[in-house]
C-alpha cells in the first residue's frame, strides 16, 4: 500500500510540473504576441502555416522569390521591403505556439490518470486542448484576414480561456486536503467581489485593444519617426482606459483587504499581495508609455501583467468557491476537501 500510495504522490507531482511548465509557456505565448504587435510584425509571414512559402523562414533578401512583391506584396501592407527580424519575430511566436500545444496535449494525456479521482481535472484538460486548437486555427486567420482588429482581439480572449482552463485544473488537481490554520470566516460577498474584478479587469483588457488599435492608425499616419507625437493623437478610448485603471486598482485595494483575511490558507496566502503588485505595476508601465513616447519592450509587458492579473484573480475565485460554505474555523488546523 504504501508502495502504491508513493508511485501515485510521484505521478501527480509529474503532472503538476508538466501543468506548471505549460501554464508558464501560455503566458510566454502571450508576452510574444505582444512583441509581435508591439514591434509591428504581425505580417513578417505574410502567409501561413510557411513563411514565404518555406518551412524554414528566409535570413536574406536572395533567399526570396524573385517576383515576392507580387505575390506578397497586398499582404505587407505597403511594407514590400523584406525585414528579416520582423519575419523571425513572427516566426518566432508561431513555434512557440506549437510547442504550448504539444505541452498541453501532453498535459490532457497526463490528466488521465486522474480519471477515477478527479474527473474535472480530465475535463478541464480536455477542454484547454480544444481551446488552444481552436486559438491556433484563429491565428491562421488574423494572418488571413491581414491582422483585423475583430480577430487580434479574439484570439487574445480565447488566449485568457485557455488560461483560465489550464488555472482550473491546476487547482483541482492539488493534494485532496488543505490545510486550514486560524479562524477563518467567509461571505457570498468575497466571491461577488471576485467577478466583478474579473470583469473589470476582463474589460479594462478589452479597452487595451481599442487604444492599440487607434495607437496603429497614428502610426500609419505620422510613421515611427514621431513618436512622441501618438499619445497627443489618439481618442477618447485612450482617456477612458487610462481613467478605468482607477476603478480596477481600487476594487482589488477593496479585494487585497478581503483575501487577507482570510489568507491563512497555505499557498492562498501570498495571492493578495501579489496581485496588489502586479496590478501597481501594470499601472507603472501605462503610466510610462504615456510619457515615454510609447517604448516598444513595455507594450507587451503590459499586457502580460493585465493577463497574470486576471488569472490570479480567477484562481482566487477557485479557491474561494470550495471554501465557499464554511463560517468559522477554531484555531486548530483543519482538513478541507478541494
Known amino acids: 500500500m504504501t508502495s502504491l500510495a508513493s508511485l501515485t504522490d510521484k505521478r501527480e507531482q509529474r503532472f503538476q510540473n508538466l501543468l506548471l511548465l505549460t501554464i508558464i509557456l501560455v503566458y510566454l505565448l502571450i508576452l510574444a504576441g505582444g512583441i509581435v504587435r508591439a514591434t509591428g510584425s504581425g505580417m513578417g509571414c505574410p502567409d501561413w502555416p510557411k513563411c ?74 480536455l477542454v484547454s486542448f480544444f481551446l488552444v486548437g481552436a486559438n491556433g486555427w484563429l491565428g491562421s486567420r488574423v494572418v488571413a484576414t491581414e491582422l483585423a ?18 488555472l482550473f485544473v491546476l487547482v483541482r488537481s492539488r493534494k485532496g486536503y488543505l490545510p486550514i490554520k486560524g479562524q477563518y470566516s467567509v461571505g457570498n460577498g468575497v466571491r461577488w467581489l471576485l467577478i466583478i474584478a474579473i470583469s473589470l479587469t476582463l474589460t479594462q483588457i478589452l479597452l487595451g485593444t481599442q487604444v492599440r488599435t487607434a495607437l496603429d492608425a497614428v502610426i500609419r499616419g505620422v510613421g515611427y519617426t514621431q513618436r512622441e507625437t501618438w499619445i497627443s493623437q489618439l481618442g477618447l478610448e485612450f482617456y477612458i482606459h487610462r481613467s478605468f485603471s482607477l476603478a480596477i486598482l481600487v476594487i482589488n485595494l477593496i479585494l487585497f483587504y478581503q483575501l487577507r483575511k482570510i489568507g491563512k490558507v497555505d499557498w492562498f496566502r501570498w495571492i493578495p499581495s501579489v496581485l496588489i503588485a502586479f496590478i501597481m505595476l501594470e499601472i507603472m508601465t501605462g503610466v510610462l508609455m504615456a510619457y515615454l513616447s510609447v517604448p516598444a519592450l513595455l507594450q507587451p509587458i503590459h499586457l502580460l501583467l493585465s493577463i497574470a492579473v486576471v488569472g490570479l484573480q480567477f484562481v482566487a475565485l477557485l479557491l474561494k468557491e470550495v471554501r465557499a460554505n464554511v463560517r468559522r474555523v477554531p484555531e486548530q488546523s483543519r482538513l478541507v476537501k478541494i
Open 52 to 125: 514565404f512559402g518555406r518551412w524554414i523562414p528566409p535570413t536574406e533578401f536572395s533567399q526570396l522569390p524573385p517576383n515576392y512583391q507580387e505575390i506578397y506584396g497586398a499582404k505587407l501592407k505597403g511594407e514590400v521591403e523584406f525585414n528579416a527580424v520582423k519575419t523571425w519575430i513572427e516566426y518566432a511566436n508561431r513555434l512557440l505556439g506549437v510547442l504550448v500545444g504539444f505541452s498541453v496535449f501532453g498535459t490532457l494525456l497526463a490528466s488521465l490518470t486522474y480519471w477515477k479521482s478527479k474527473k474535472a481535472v480530465v475535463l478541464g484538460s
Open 149 to 166: 482588429q475583430y480577430m487580434i482581439t479574439a484570439h487574445l480572449l480565447l488566449a485568457v480561456l485557455v488560461v483560465f482552463a489550464l
